[in-house]
C-alpha cells in the first residue's frame, strides 16, 4: 500500500532539488512519522512531501485503512494527544530552561 498517488503523475517526470532541513518535532509524533514510512516502506522526507502536498490540496493523504494504521502506531508510541492541542504544547527541555536562565542575567 502506497499513500494515494496521482497516475497522471507517473507519466512525466518533474526535475526538483531536495535540501537537508533542521526539523524540531515532538518526539512520539516522530516515532509515529518513521514507523508510516517503514510501513509504506518510504523515507520520511518522502512521507512529509506526499502529506504536504495533499493538505496544500485539501485532501486526505490516507485512506481509511492506513489512518486506522496509524491509530495502532499512536498507541504503541503513546502519541495521546489530536489536532485539538495544535498550538498548545509547550516544550520542556533542559536547553529551553537554560536559554530562559541564560536571557535574564
Same mark, same amino acid.
Given at each position: ?58 485532501? @486526505?493523504?490516507? *485512506?481509511?485503512? =492506513?489512518?486506522? #494504521?496509524?491509530?495502532?502506531? &499512536? %498507541? ?13 504544547? @509547550?516544550?520542556? *527541555?533542559?536547553? =529551553?530552561?537554560? #536559554?530562559?536562565?541564560?536571557? &535574564? %542575567?
Amino acid at each position: 500500500m502506497k499513500l494515494e498517488e496521482n497516475p497522471h503523475a507517473l507519466d512525466s517526470n518533474i526535475p526538483i532539488e531536495r535540501v537537508q532541513i533542521g526539523v524540531r518535532m515532538e518526539k512520539r509524533m516522530l516515532k509515529v512519522l518513521k514507523a508510516l514510512a517503514e510501513y509504506f516502506d518510504i523515507s520520511l522526507g518522502d512521507l512529509l512531501e506526499g502529506m504536504t502536498l495533499h493538505a496544500f490540496d485539501n485532501k @486526505t493523504p490516507f *485512506s481509511k485503512e =492506513t489512518l486506522q #494504521r496509524i491509530e495502532q502506531l &499512536k %498507541e504503541v508510541y503513546g502519541m495521546d494527544y489530536d489536532v485539538s492541542v495544535s498550538h498548545q504544547f @509547550t516544550e520542556h *527541555s533542559s536547553s =529551553t530552561v537554560e #536559554r530562559k536562565t541564560n536571557s &535574564k %542575567e
